[in-house]
Every structure is written in C-alpha cells, then in structure tokens.
C-alpha cells in the first residue's frame, strides 16, 4: 500500500510555473515508480509524466519540453515541475504510483492520489 497526497496546485497565468509536490507513505519509496496524470473536465484522465525507481523518467509530447519530473527519495516526495505553462494545461493534477517500473496507461497504476488543481488563465 502507498498513501498519495498531492498538493502545489493554483492559480497561475500563462507563461508561468507551477510546482506539484506528491508525498508518499506506506511502502519503500526507492522501490515504486512515481507518475503525475491529468484530467480536464469532459475529458479522460492523461498521462503527464513518470519516474522509474531507478529515476529514468519519461513523459508525454505536450509535457516533454516544459516539464520536468523529480523525486526526493529521502522525503519520500515526488515534484512535476511545470514551465511555460498554457492555459490547455488547466486540469486537476493526479499523482499515482506502482511498484518499480514505470508506466503511460492508467490502468496499470496500483494507487492515487486525491488530486490537485491546476488553472492557467490566459
């Protein structure tokens, strides 16, 4: 079991920065992939960004050249950092893991958080 709790989300304008911060609890946190999804309203929930146990990390095309995940195994934290941030980026913001390796889909995830919102304003 790993207790998620996402927290970072705002109010930010188009162009700015934003820091998720995802604390996890329950299991061995050098041992699971850490991932950041995202869902807008009337839309599924997409895949943002992971980071392996071995910190490989990988992301999507939207994410890639202005996101960045991390993780802080000795605070048992994990960050996506967002740059450049557009107002398609608006969504509540889902931290999610699974044990060691790291995945795009959804359904492969073993546990969640509750969640964050993310509004950028044009």
């Known amino acids: 079991q790993v207790h998620l709790v996402e927290s970072g989300g705002g109010l930010v304008q188009a162009g700015g920065s934003l820091t998720l911060s995802c604390s996890a609890s329950?299991?061995?946190?050098?041992?699971?992939?850490m991932a950041w999804f995202r869902q807008a309203p009337g839309r599924e929930r997409e895949f943002v960004a992971a980071?392996?146990?071995?910190?490989?990390?990988y992301y999507s095309d939207s994410a890639k050249d202005r996101f960045t995940i991390s993780k802080d195994n000795a605070h048992a934290t994990a960050y996506l950092h967002m740059n450049s941030l557009k107002p398609e980026d608006t969504a509540v913001y889902y931290c999610?893991?699974?044990?060691?390796?790291?995945?795009?889909?959804?359904?492969?995830?073993?546990?969640w958080g509750q969640g964050t919102q993310v509004t950028v304003s044009s």
């Open positions: 980071i392996a146990s071995n910190a490989d990390s």
């Open positions: 329950g299991r061995t946190f050098s041992s699971v992939a």
């Open positions: 999610a893991s699974k044990p060691y390796t790291g995945s795009t889909v959804v359904g492969e995830y073993d546990w």
